[in-house]
Nanobody
Framework: QVQLVEPGGGLVQPGGSLRLSCAAS????????MGWYRQAPGKQRELVAT???????NYADSVKGRFTIFRDNAKVTVSLQMNSLKPEDTAVYYC???????????WGKGTLVTVSS
């Protein structure tokens, strides 16, 4: 089992910045991809950004140039720096891990990010 803890959501004004962090614990050996997904009210969960253990990144088109994903393999953490936030970025953001050793996906409980004036 892998446990994910993801504090860091909150309310931010349009154009503002926010950083999300997620720490993994438990069966951390074998973790490959880490990342973030989000789910807005009434919409399906969607990919925001992922980063592999080799630091290869993938971003949703809607966040390219505004969001940056970071990973610390020693601490087994993944962070998402979000700049130039827009109201449409409002969503519950979920930390995600793919454990290649077991072939399983793990999810955090989610943290709410609200972009509003």
């Amino acid at each position: 089992q892998v446990q994910l803890v993801e504090p860091g959501g909150g309310l931010v004004q349009p154009g503002g910045s926010l950083r999300l962090s997620c720490a993994a614990s438990g069966r951390i050996f074998g973790i490959n991809t880490m990342g973030w997904y989000r789910q807005a009210p009434g919409k399906q969960r969607e990919l925001v950004a992922t980063i592999t253990s080799a630091a290869s990144t993938n971003y949703a088109d809607s966040v390219k140039g505004r969001f940056t994903i970071f990973r610390d393999n020693a601490k087994v953490t993944v962070s998402l720096q979000m700049n130039s936030l827009k109201p449409e970025d409002t969503a519950v953001y979920y930390c995600y891990v793919y454990h290649s050793g077991s072939g399983m996906d793990y999810w955090g409980k989610g943290t709410l990010v609200t972009v509003s004036s």
